[in-house]
């Protein structure tokens, strides 16, 4: 990246600092809500999103994504630090966050951005679904004012319905104030200073009435003096909670600079960003940091030219923290909690949970089990879940979308398409094509749907494998056990289209004879070249009489790849 790039240029500088302004207003709400959700001083969340927004701005290729505060990526942090309360909690937020940004980084460094495409979109649905309807269970008790038993957001909710006499009239009246002010200031040229208006105004009005509604309570002046974590609360599950901190923040992270057109869009310097920016964070006792795809959209909305703009946005932060911390304590919880409500309502995307769940049923057991863990298990091994589930359906994928398919030469020179015969005929060249993975379990699939010769005298096989670069042992395996069944018949196998690296890897086995490899036809650039020379090749030995009198067993190895 080029030095000149990370200057702020005069032209876009009043651009920039109207879009820092805009979205430094509206994330003054938004990290103290996620604060909430991590279980620690609404400050906190304040300290998080004005060190992401600086850091990830000054560092991220995607020019134009905000790095900030994430309800995901908090809910993810609070889990993670269940049990722990007070300093000791401060202390190993602080550690997690630092170990997630390494991570992060790491996977930067060893360019693994490419992987975020491997999580199944289903999976990753399912998810963020599970975790916006965890969201409102988790708040819904919080904007109540409630007192509620469970251990898991579920229970606590349902709790909360069986015993209502526990609900707080202030507290609730503050909540539900505070979503009708958001719902009605958006729909107005307030819109930007909606959330801010929420929080402030049914504050404002427990302060003046002295309702007794719970409030953040005394907050620290000024800005975060960075230090370094305990290594003290350092621990295996700590470990574990950081990286699924790490993996949720960088997939949503990928699909936030998706949404930010970039002129040189790279993942793997966008996931070092994230984690510059997380151990920042970390270092001055925030929260989680990550790309959001809600301020990005704002930012860009604003007028946003460059990278200075996220940096005004950590800056105006910068300056709330200094001028306005103190008002800060006065903020009443229920209304932070009416912010995350309406926040995790918005992103539940009924039309799209159909959308996935008519796909099939394959994808509809998986996006179910991971809704249902993400609700019921810690988020560690929701994410853990997700991702086995990722890897199982794009294998079960793999091994069922091969297709076999016979090609037939038409009197005017066309090929045809046919399905292929169940029992190959005898003295006759079959061409076969084969569509789909061949590695692995779609070798297996590939070998059940080859045919069979089943007493055929001399049956030749053509198998087109033209586009499949990638083979390994199984598909070597399963194709030396076929050229055997067709040399047991008095017949060979020919394959065709194969890629120069692919027949170095079948000669190399030391399952191909000298011979046997001169009936491997090396793709080339005219489609169907190879193939036909493979044909010619069979048709020429068929007519050779000394193939009809030599028996099997003198029969040279065949192309056992």
């Known amino acids: 990246m080029r030095v000149r790039s990370l200057l702020p240029r005069r032209e876009d500088a009043k651009a920039d600092g109207a879009a820092g302004l805009t979205v430094g207003i509206a994330s003054v709400p938004d990290g103290m809500a996620a604060a909430v959700l991590t ?24 020019q134009l994504m905000i790095v900030t505060t994430t309800s995901a990526g908090a809910l993810a942090a609070g889990d993670a630090l269940s049990g722990l309360t007070g300093d000791e909690r401060t202390g190993a937020l602080a550690l997690l966050l630092v170990l997630a940004g390494g991570l992060q980084i790491a996977a930067g460094l060893l360019r693994l951005g490419r992987f975020t495409g491997f999580v199944s979109h289903s999976v990753m649905k399912a998810f963020l679904l599970g975790i916006a309807v965890l969201i409102v269970l988790n708040q819904l008790p919080q904007l109540a004012g409630a007192e509620v038993e469970g251990d898991s957001a579920p229970e606590r909710a349902l709790d909360l319905v069986l015993h209502p006499g526990r609900i707080e009239l202030g507290s609730l009246a503050a909540g539900l104030g505070a979503l009708a002010l958001v719902i009605v200031l958006v729909r107005t040229p307030l819109r930007i200073v909606a959330a801010l208006a929420a929080v402030a105004i049914p504050s404002l009005v427990v302060w003046a009435l002295d309702s007794g509604v719970d409030v953040v309570g005394a907050v620290p002046g000024g800005l975060p003096t960075p230090k370094l974590p305990p290594l003290s609360a350092f621990s295996l599950d700590l470990l574990t909670g950081a990286a699924a901190l790490a993996a949720i923040v960088l997939v949503q992270g990928a699909g936030v600079a998706e949404s930010a057109p970039s002129p040189d869009l790279s993942p793997d310097a966008d996931f070092r960003a994230q984690g510059f920016a997380n151990v920042a964070s970390g270092l001055v006792r925030g929260i989680p940091v990550g790309g959001s795809l809600g301020q990005t959209a704002l930012n860009m909305s604003s007028g946003a030219r ?12 910068a300056l709330v923290l200094l001028v306005f911390s103190d008002l800060v304590g006065y903020v009443v919880m229920p209304a932070l909690a009416a912010l995350l409500l309406l926040a995790a309502w918005s992103t539940i995307d009924v039309g799209e949970a159909l959308s996935i769940w008519r796909t099939g049923t394959a994808t509809k057991i998986i996006a179910a089990s991971t809704f249902a863990a993400t609700l019921f298990l810690p988020i560690q091994a929701a994410v853990g879940l997700g991702v086995v589930l990722s890897a199982l359906l794009y294998l079960n994928q793999a091994a069922t979308d091969v297709k ?3 090609l037939v030469i038409r009197p005017d020179g066309r090929l045809e398409e046919r399905s292929p015969p169940p029992v190959l005929p005898g003295d006759q060249v079959t061409i076969l094509d084969v569509y789909g993975s061949v590695f692995y379990a779609g070798a297996r699939t590939l070998d059940e749907r080859l045919p069979r010769p089943d007493g055929a005298e001399r049956p030749v096989v053509v198998l087109r494998l033209r586009g499949h670069t990638k083979v390994g042992a199984t598909f070597v395996e399963v194709l030396a056990r076929y050229s055997e069944e067709l040399k047991q018949e008095g017949g060979r196998l020919y394959l065709a289209g194969v890629d120069p690296e692919a027949r170095d890897l079948i000669v190399r086995t030391g399952k191909v004879s000298a011979a046997a490899a001169e009936r491997i036809f090396p793709a080339t650039p005219i489609v169907g070249e190879s193939t036909e020379m493979a044909a010619a090749a069979g048709e020429a030995w068929l007519i050779e009489p000394s193939s009809a009198s030599s028996p099997p067993g003198d029969e040279p190895a065949a192309a056992r790849d």
């Open 39 to 62: 279980g620690v001083n609404p400050i906190q969340g304040l300290y998080g999103a004005m060190a992401g927004s600086i850091v990830g701005g000054l560092t991220a290729r995607t």
């Open 306 to 317: 460059t990278r200075w703009a996220s940096v005004a946005t950590g800056l105006c932060i």
């Open 404 to 406: 076999l398919v016979e």
